[in-house]
């Protein structure tokens, strides 16, 4: 029986069976074409449940996530992991210093190429999925003595990571090798390494790191250990004709807290130049009375830029108390019903903690003690109807979450309480009302510290810092959503934030214009 005469039935009867194997051979969504039988895969492949990585290897997925970036960059670093293990052992492989030193700095960036040691012989690139490539060589007498272990991969210790990368590191990835070296706990560690090593010019590379990073005392006693063993040292600047970001500061606790301040350090004068001088005096009143004006069209246009189906009139009859969720026709309905509901919730609580700025309370500190706040208003509805559990109200995600379309990946959830902690303390020092709103929403939505509703509340905090600087409140519009995402990207994939600061510039002078009606 040919498997255009079965009927559907039966198709689907085999299906279910393929995927019920494939899954029990699977591991976190990987799977060997060696663990699959072929009519298995043959079947998943056509019904596209599986989509192949490379030769023998394929992901787990489902036909609406088939050949999508974020299928591939939320599975990346679990096939990473598995085909090294299974081909090289677990101590056969080690990623090179500069890949290690990526890991080690939390780089939010899939990266194009990684580049991995290997005892066994393995010279060859091997094409991923998105112009994506594993290179590989084999280089004995350079692997680490130890290795060390994160999450299941096999790095460079810190200390030698730093001391083994080429110079071209220091000038292509500056930031990371600024974290890194932010990172290492004490000098002893890194003198250990240069002195194992005997190269002269790594420790001028590293000493002279330190010093550009005007951490003068470790740069001096990595000097003085190597001097004591007849390794005398020339500093020698590595960072030349860069710009660094985390000078003068103390040793980092965590990546996440480095990357996010020096984000701010680097795009903060491109923001204060783009960005229009205050207009004056803050006319309380009638800031209130256009922010009231402008609600539904605020509403509408987050809500739509987030996918839900929202119309004038729902939120119209929500805002009035006129609708009724017994009377919406479906689930879909009523899922944007809910959405539309909770808006409203929060926009209250965000005019509520614009009223505090007012009043003269710091915008930085209002956001800081007003966000939970928000975040609860927004899905306080979604709960009580029963599509969220309670625990989605209680505060910073957990787990990975990645965007779809980005090679931006927000940082984990071990990474998102830090990160928080130094986005609030810069807003909170920041004297600009411009940059707090370009750059508080940009880094609120890079590190995403919610499963849901970071665009609406990115919103909300720009527009706080806005009107508390004495700006008009402001209205991303979805018929520029394409614009909009676009200069997000390119902020946080290639750190540009001029797209952005120009978009949000255009976007508050449309919204200029239209509060002079009020």
Known sequence: MTAQSQSPKKLNHRL???????????????????????????RLVNASFLTEVMR???????????????????????????YLSDRFGDDGYCL????????????????????????????????????????????????????????????????????????????????????CLRLVPSAAELSRVLLSLGSPAAAGRVTGA??????????EQIQQDLAAAGQPVTPHDPFINRSLHLVNIQRLSSPHAGRIRALWDHMRPTVEELFPRPPGALDTRRSMRIIDKFYSEDAYHSLSIEGYQITEDLIRRIHEGHWDPESEKSDYEQRNALAAKGYLGAFRAVTASIGKTMKGENAGKAFSNDLQIWYRELFVPSVQAGLMTPAHLAGYRNHPVYIAQSRHVPPPGEGVLDAMETLERLL????????????????FVFIHPYMDGNGRIGRFLMNLMLVSGGYNWTVIRASERARYMASLEAASTRGEIQDFTKFVVSEMEFWKARSREA
């Open 56 to 82: 023998g290897w394929y992901l787990l997925t489902s036909p609406a996530g088939a050949g999508s970036t974020t299928l591939w960059y939320s599975n990346y670093w679990e096939f990473v992991k598995q």
């Open 428 to 443: 909170v020092d920041e004297s600009h009302a411009g940059v707090r709103a370009v750059l508080g929403h940009f880094i």
């Open 16 to 42: 279910a069976e393929a995927l019920d194997y494939a899954r029990a051979v699977s591991r976190n969504g990987i799977v060997r074409t060696s663990d699959l039988k072929r009519g298995v895969r043959e």
């Open 210 to 219: 330190y010093r550009r990073l005007g951490d003068g005392n470790r740069a």
């Open 96 to 179: 090179s210093a500069e890949s290690s030193l990526d890991v080690y700095s939390a780089q939010h960036v899939i990266s194009r190429q990684l580049v991995i040691l290997t005892r066994k012989s393995s010279n060859q690139t091997l094409q991923l999925l998105h112009d994506t490539s594993l290179m590989l060589y084999s280089d004995e007498s350079n692997f680490p003595t130890a290795v060390f272990r994160r999450n299941g991969l096999n790095l460079f210790p810190l200390p030698e990571a730093i001391c083994r990368a080429a110079p071209a590191y220091f000038q292509n990835s500056s930031l990371n090798a600024e974290i």
